[in-house]
């Protein structure tokens, strides 16, 4: 079945590092790619999304290029901030179907330090 | 975007007592929801789709009559766990589509979880 699979965390970074967090996915069709951030005792924030290859989903800094030929979504932020420690979860959905499931990943937490 | 809410964001109950959870779209209308429940640390599991008008459809190993699940508006729906043993307590996550946004249907929404505490 379809699945996504994170690099495991904790990662720690000072301030304004740069970030890359990997994440591959195994899907039968052609789905749906998504970034989601969870902040400490919050329910889960979509953070960005593409929906087909070569699409690159932005959003506060952050980037992923939905790169079909390597089956990959990897999360990218170029200079990192404390308000950006979180949890974020990469997953995929086939999206076809109102009922379609969202399969996530396992998660990454990701401290920066000033 | 559309939003999700939940109530309550934290309960805490007697183990053998029941608690409901409630899950509503704000603004736009949600033919089907979906619960996860959330261990700590750990990813999201999902629970059940949940269906207005309709029974709920049950992840394998998601005890049907333990978390009873009611969609019964389009605005509305509810977990209920019932009999709540400790190792219940979790946290508890629902999300919803918006299928009339066209560039969005297939995004799920979250609400911002239930931190169930079972004594």
């Known amino acids: 079945g379809d699945s996504v699979t994170q690099m495991e965390g904790p990662v720690t970074l000072s301030e304004e590092a740069c970030l890359t967090i990997?994440?591959?996915?195994?899907?039968?069709?052609?789905?749906?790619l998504f970034w989601y951030v969870q902040y400490p005792g919050e329910g889960l924030q979509l953070l960005l999304k593409?929906?087909?290859?070569?699409d690159k989903g932005s959003n506060k800094g952050f980037e992923a290029t939905y790169r079909k030929e390597t089956t990959s979504f990897h999360l990218e932020k170029g200079s990192v901030q404390v308000s950006d420690s979180a949890v974020y979860f990469c997953?995929?959905?086939?999206?076809?179907?109102?009922?379609?499931?969202?399969?996530f990943g396992t998660g990454t937490r990701l401290q920066v330090f000033p | 975007g559309a939003v999700v809410s939940q109530h309550p964001s934290r309960v805490i109950c007697k183990s053998g007592t029941s608690v409901k959870i409630e899950c509503r779209s704000l603004d736009f209308q949600a033919t089907t929801m979906f619960w996860y429940r959330q261990f700590p640390k750990k990813s999201l599991m999902l629970m059940a789709t949940?269906?207005?008008?309709?029974?709920?459809?049950?992840e394998q190993g998601v005890e049907k009559d333990k978390f009873l699940i009611n969609h019964a508006s389009l605005t509305l729906s509810t977990l209920t766990v019932t009999s709540a043993h400790p190792e219940d307590s979790s946290f508890y996550i629902c999300?919803?589509?918006?299928?009339?946004?066209?560039?969005?249907?297939?995004?799920?929404?979250f609400g911002p979880g239930t931190r169930l505490t079972v004594l």
């Open positions: 999300s919803a589509r918006d299928p009339s946004d066209s560039g969005s249907t297939d995004t799920q929404y």
């Open positions: 997953a995929l959905s086939d999206g076809r179907y109102n009922t379609d499931k969202l399969i």
């Open positions: 593409a929906t087909k290859a070569d």
């Open positions: 990997n994440c591959t996915y195994t899907a039968t069709g052609y789905p749906s």
């Open positions: 949940s269906n207005e008008g309709s029974k709920a459809t049950y």
